[in-house]
């Protein structure tokens, strides 16, 4: 079945960068845009920003400019998302989602979502 | 960025009643895209409408999306238990935004 399948969670001192990946199956990876969306702990959901697996093209929310990666590797069907100088109100749940098919006019709903990687930035 | 806001905040409900979520949107949200999540405890959020009213693939008929422009509404007609959860409004219309979320829960 179509899935999205992450890391396992992750602890990190402050200062330090983390990379969490997001492996696609049941359909054609370099056709959809992947999204990041994190929430922090009893918090709502906050988009970061996309990567187009094809071109391996992005876009990041702004407040994440300057401090965020989003990269693939279409060989093993896989999503990367690197957060660096990872501060305390980085630690938060990140999630991998599917966005748009590449060959679809306009934007889409993300319907596919990977389980979700905890990230805790602790000292 | 374009701010939802959902009101309200939480929901009391028991289970047979109707649900009605709102979200309203900062500036006009074209083309209806707007969707709805619904995020359970230790779970991803799961795609429950798109396009404002479309229902996603498996999702039974008790849920409904309408609205356009600024404002939106999420109904469930009839409450299960599996449906007290947090819900979420999006909208993919420019960049991307979430709502601060509607929790339903039991009353």
């Known amino acids: 079945q179509v899935q999205l399948v992450q890391t396992g969670a992750e602890v990190k001192e402050p200062g330090a960068s983390v990379k969490v990946s997001c492996k696609a199956s049941g359909y054609t990876f370099s056709d959809y845009y992947i999204h990041w969306v994190r929430q922090a702990p009893g918090q709502g959901l906050e988009w970061m920003g996309w990567?187009?697996?094809?071109?391996?093209?992005?876009e990041f929310a702004q407040r994440f400019q300057g401090v965020v990666t989003m990269t693939r590797d279409t060989s093993i069907s896989t999503a990367y998302m690197e957060l660096s100088r990872l501060r305390s109100d980085d630690t938060a749940v990140y999630y991998c989602?599917?966005?748009?098919?590449?060959?679809?006019?306009?934007?889409?709903?993300?319907?596919?979502w990977g389980q979700g990687t905890m990230v805790t930035v602790s000292s | 960025d374009i701010v939802l806001t959902q009101s309200p905040g939480t929901l009391s409900l028991s289970p047979g009643e109707r649900a009605t979520l709102s979200c309203r949107a900062s500036?006009?949200?074209?083309?209806?895209?707007l969707a709805w999540y619904q995020q359970k405890p230790g779970q991803a959020p799961s795609l429950l409408i798109y396009?404002?009213?479309s229902r996603a693939t498996g999702i039974p008929d008790r849920f409904s999306g309408s609205g356009s422009g600024t404002d939106f509404t999420l109904t469930i007609s009839r409450l299960e238990p599996e449906d007290f959860a947090v819900y979420y409004c999006?909208?993919?219309?420019?960049?991307?935004?979430f709502g601060q979320g509607t929790k339903v829960e039991i009353k």
């Open positions: 989602a599917r966005g748009s098919r590449v060959t679809t006019t306009g934007t889409t709903a993300f319907d596919i």
């Open positions: 990567v187009l697996p094809n071109s391996g093209g992005t």
């Open positions: 500036q006009s949200v074209s083309s209806n895209n």
């Open positions: 396009g404002a009213s």
């Open positions: 999006h909208q993919y219309h420019s960049s991307r935004t």
